[in-house]
């Protein structure tokens, strides 16, 4: 005896009494336009130049604490892991379009228009002048960051130990005497003599360790590496 309430049919008789089809329409596009402008815009801020570094005016009472970072927490964590630490017009790759709606909600939320972004990844990723674990940061003021957001995988459980290498050159000679050592002791008794003496085990180190360095130095020269710590906020490919 009863029919079955269709919401949807309700919601469509409730909608027409108020709206006409062509006043929606014109509505949503133009709420999309703006989106679409909003869009453009932080994206030009981004690629623009932004010295010094501004200041951006967040609520304090609206930030996560877990979020905010200090420049030297930030630094430590580049020097460890050999990452970068640049504007975000240095960035060759895309941003993610989940990190321009977090960008526009805090906007919203701030009542702000946020500016002087920075991104903390390999330098593989950014465009450097001749000279896989993005953060999106944007400035707070007096060496704070707060921490936007962050997106791809997560990096190589390996490339802390791999990035120690580099971390100086006390690490770099380090290293490179370690793998020497470890190169003497896989060559085989008899190569040069009977038996290996101690002497004859230290002129063969020495012999591994003198081309390791050849190696590791002609490397270093040849591509224009640098060492961890001068390099985490460099914009330089050589620096």
Known sequence: MWNRTNIEEKLKKSKAKNFKGTEIMDQVAAILKEDDRREDAIMARMKSPQKPTPRNHFNIDLLNKDRIYHIDQIQDICITYRLRFLDTKYFKNEIPYEALMRIKEMEKAHNIEMRGFKIVAPSKMFKLEDADDPLLFAPIGNGYFYLIHKWGNDLNPFRKIWAWNFKSFENLIFSTV?????????????VFSKDTTNVQFLLIFFFTFKSIAAIVLYYSFAAGKNFNIAIWNSKYFNA
């Open 178 to 190: 370690i793998v020497s050592l470890l190169l003497a002791y896989l060559i085989p008794n008899g």
